[in-house]
């Protein structure tokens, strides 16, 4: 195979994995995303290249290349190392994830939303009333349903409904230990990863979603975690199923 080639097929990797996040207006990036297009080698070179680092070609369009680990001995498995520093232990790490799980359920909240070429926008405070509601919802379910199946959602759920929404302290800063704090986290590390955006202050921060968050949401929204919430979601809407 040729050597151009390849290296082609190797920069459209590093360009996808760039943090942050490089734009596909850059002109060596759209170069490469046009031979992508254009050229069934470089295509194939792509394949091999992803397949021996353990990636997994999600899209690859004028807008950029999307790649995810495929592979639990993939370098580029995503780590939660930073995230871990700022949550103290396994209960808030939980909660991490369901809040992300929410945020993306309320973003592409239907079909038309996930598969569409929307930018919806989201704020904190809004994510903090849902996150509670849901953890109340899911607690409500499982007190009058003896055959409700347990799962991690639910411990993380119960650590939602210990905290305090917010809390300032006398800056004006959100304290540590409450569920405001952790969405801030949750917003801030999803911003680092180039999934969305601040648009403005209002409302504790307000969010819209880039192109790149909804690529993967399409892979996420298999998980269970995500249709647990969504069924959450829908049941407090009043509307039927997804």
């Known amino acids: 195979m040729n050597g151009d080639k390849i290296r082609t097929a190797a920069y459209l990797v590093q360009c ?130 003896e055959m409700h199946d347990a799962s991690d959602i639910d411990e993380a759920c119960d650590y939602v409904l210990a905290l305090p929404k917010s809390a300032p302290t006398e800056t004006g800063q959100i304290k540590a230990g409450t569920l405001r704090r952790i969405v801030d986290y949750a917003f801030a590390h999803l911003a680092e990863e180039g999934y969305v955006k601040l648009r403005s202050e209002d409302d504790g921060g307000t969010y819209f979603a880039l192109r790149k968050f909804r690529i993967y949401a399409k892979e996420f929204a298999v998980m269970e975690a995500y249709h647990t919430v969504k069924d959450v979601l829908k049941k407090q809407e009043g509307g039927p199923h997804a």
């Open 16 to 145: 996808a994995l760039h943090r942050p996040a490089l734009k596909a207006t850059e002109p060596s990036y759209r170069e490469a995303l046009a031979a992508w297009e254009t050229d069934p080698s470089v295509r194939e070179a792509m394949v091999h290249v992803c397949g021996g680092l353990g990636l997994r070609i999600l899209d690859i369009n004028e807008h950029g290349a999307f790649l995810a680990s495929d592979s639990l001995l993939s370098p580029f498995r995503p780590r939660l190392i930073n995230i871990s520093s700022r949550l103290a232990n396994v209960d808030e790490r939980m909660m991490f994830g369901l809040i992300v799980t929410t945020i993306m359920a309320i973003y592409y909240e239907n079909q038309a939303h996930l598969y569409g070429d929307l930018a919806p926008s989201l704020s904190a405070r809004e994510v903090v009333d849902r996150v509670a509601e849901i953890a109340e919802a899911r607690r409500e379910e499982r007190d009058h349903n």
